[in-house]
């Protein structure tokens, strides 16, 4: 065999993860139902002029399900795919707790509803990478109703302690 044989049969089966048309499919399918359902969060998020929008919860999404997928891909153990979930919401909420300011002079805090929207779309990111679409999907509606309710709550003339502006 030629080097330049060597080189092509090399390249061949370093892009040879997906073994057929099927494991490709399942993969698209996942990954572009994730970022979907992380851009529909995005999107109300975005309407509503909160700092993590459309681009962030898609990012989010598709990659927490990039995440899990790949470890169930190579057939690696339930233990350690949940292991793998485990850093994951570890490393998501690092970078929520980011989105977090407090106020000291106003005693408020800001950025606990986008906080708590980003993880939830890592989860709901990893249920996509799991192959759980209808739970991602019905997730996703839960999260648009309750995001729904921020209206009306103030309408009501409620709010949160240290949280005037529904964050």
């Known amino acids: 065999m030629t080097a330049w044989e060597t080189i092509q049969q090399t390249i061949v089966e370093e892009f040879s993860d997906l073994g057929d048309v099927g494991q490709v499919t399942q993969l698209v399918v996942r990954l572009l139902l994730a ?39 190579a057939g690696m153990s339930e233990e350690a795919v949940s292991r793998v979930v485990q850093g994951l919401l570890a490393g998501v909420g690092f ?32 249920a996509c990478g799991m192959g759980r679409d209808l739970t991602a999907a019905l997730s996703t509606l839960l999260v648009l109703g309750i995001l729904a309710l921020e209206a009306p709550i103030r309408r009501l003339g409620i709010k949160g302690k240290g949280a005037p502006d529904g964050e």
Do not use: D, F, N, Y
């Open 35 to 73: 970022a979907l359902l992380g851009g529909m969060l995005g999107l109300q998020r975005e309407r509503q002029g909160k700092p993590a929008g459309i681009r962030t919860h898609m990012l989010v999404a598709a990659s927490s399900a990039l995440i899990v997928l790949v470890p169930l891909q």
């Open 95 to 126: 970078v929520c707790a980011g989105a977090i300011l407090k106020l000291e002079r106003e005693e408020q805090v800001h950025g606990l509803t986008t906080a708590a929207g980003v993880w939830m779309t890592a989860a709901i990111g990893i």
